[in-house]
């Protein structure tokens, strides 16, 4: 697994994000990785969209080279930012927050209770495709 942003971030490390909309095929994925200096990488679905199926490859790509990945989304609907996160994305980035209560809203999409609403399926690459439990899954993507 790539060493996650956030917990670069937390050693004061700097972080280098390499960033893909409208191309996005997963060996160029594999060759940013493999050519060096990135740790991780956006995939900005809120200017281009592409299919969860996409994002599933494009993540595994990521993982395949050691990056890290996180998605970029419109914060209107709940139900993207789970398939975001269940298709293997290690993080979202909400665009266009406009005040405090819509960054709280789109934060308790995102996790389970009690921090959130986001509703249980252990069945996505986030929980291992089942491997986890729902206990320790919870507790890993509320942290993580």
Known sequence: MPTLIKTRLSLNELVMVAGVGRVQHHN???IIGLQGGFHALWFDHEHVGFTIESLE???????????????????????????????GGNG??????????????????????????RGLNTGGFDAGFGRLGPKDFTEKANRD
Not at 58 to 87: N, Q
């Open 57 to 87: 490859i494009g993540t595994m790509a990521c993982r395949s080279v050691g990056l890290d990945s996180f998605v970029r989304i419109a914060p209107t609907d709940y139900a993207l930012v789970t398939k975001c996160l269940e298709a």
């Open 92 to 117: 979202i980035m909400a665009a266009m927050i406009a005040s405090a209560e819509h960054a709280e809203e789109f934060t308790r999409w995102a996790k389970f209770a009690p921090r959130g609403r």
């Open 28 to 30: 160029l994925l594999q």
